[in-house]
C-alpha cells in the first residue's frame, strides 16, 4: 500500500514539475509579444492610412514608416535582460526557441536588404516611367511579395513558440498567419493590394501577438 501510495505521489510530483517548467517557459514572454504585436499593428494601420491619403505616387513612401520597427529593438533587449536575469537556468528549449526567433529576424533582414538595393537599381536604370502610379506600380511590384512572405514567417515562428511552449493561442495565431500569407499571395494581381495587405497585417498582429500575449500574461498572473 505504502508503495502504490509512493508511486502516485511521485507521479503527481512529476507532473508538478513539468506544469512549473512549462509555466517557467512562458514567464515573460507574454511583454514581449505585446511589444511587436502592437507595433506591427499600429505600424500597418498607419501605412494604410497614408496609402490612402498621400496623393499620386507618394503613397509609395508610406512604406518608411516600418523604419520605426528599429524602436522596438532596444525595449525588446530589456525585456530579454530581464526575463533572463529572474531565473538561474535556460532550459534547451529556450535555447532553441531564442535562436529561431534571432533566424527569423536575419531572415527578414536579407530579404528587406535585397529589396532595397533592387529598389535602388530600379529606380536608377528606370528614371523615366510615367509619374502615376500604374507606371511606378514597376518599381515597388516586388514589395509586394515582402508581407506575405513575413506573414508565412510569423506563422511559422508563433507555430513553433506555441507547441514548444504548449500554448494554443500561438499555434492557432501561427495558423492565422499562415492562411494571411496564402490569400495575400493569391491577390497579388487586385488593385488596390497595397492597402489590403496593411490591413491583414494588422489583423494578423492582433491575432498572432497581441491576444496570444494578453493571454500569457493572464496566465502568468494566475501563477503567482
Not at 510530483?13 to 499593428?41: C, P
Not at 508581407?147 to 507547441?163: D, E, N, S
Request: net charge positive.
Amino acid at each position: 500500500m505504502e508503495n502504490l501510495l509512493s508511486e502516485k505521489d511521485n507521479l503527481v510530483l512529476i507532473s508538478q514539475m513539468i506544469n512549473t517548467a512549462k509555466n517557467n517557459l512562458q514567464k515573460g514572454m507574454g511583454d514581449i509579444f505585446l511589444l511587436w504585436g502592437y507595433l506591427v499593428a499600429g505600424i500597418s494601420l498607419g501605412t494604410l492610412i497614408l496609402w490612402e491619403t498621400l496623393p499620386g505616387t507618394t503613397g509609395y513612401y508610406a512604406y518608411f514608416l516600418w523604419l520605426l520597427m528599429i524602436l522596438g529593438v532596444p525595449f525588446h533587449y530589456r525585456m530579454i535582460r530581464r526575463r533572463e536575469n529572474n531565473r538561474l537556468v535556460m532550459t534547451y528549449i529556450e535555447k532553441v526557441m531564442n535562436w529561431v526567433w534571432i533566424g527569423f529576424a536575419m531572415a527578414i533582414l536579407v530579404v528587406v536588404a535585397g529589396m532595397l538595393v533592387d529598389t535602388v537599381i530600379l529606380v536608377n536604370v528606370a528614371p523615366d516611367l510615367g509619374p502615376d502610379r500604374a507606371h511606378a506600380f514597376i518599381r515597388w511590384f516586388h514589395w509586394l511579395l515582402l508581407t506575405p512572405f513575413i506573414l508565412c514567417l510569423y506563422g511559422f515562428a508563433l507555430f513553433v513558440c506555441g507547441k514548444a511552449y504548449d500554448f494554443r493561442p500561438l499555434v492557432i495565431g501561427g495558423m492565422i498567419c499562415f492562411a494571411a500569407s496564402f490569400i495575400l499571395l493569391f491577390s497579388l494581381h487586385k488593385t488596390g493590394v497595397p492597402g489590403f495587405q496593411q490591413f491583414v497585417l494588422c489583423v494578423s498582429a492582433i491575432a498572432g501577438f497581441v491576444i496570444p500575449g494578453h493571454l500569457l500574461n493572464r496566465k502568468d498572473r494566475r501563477n503567482v
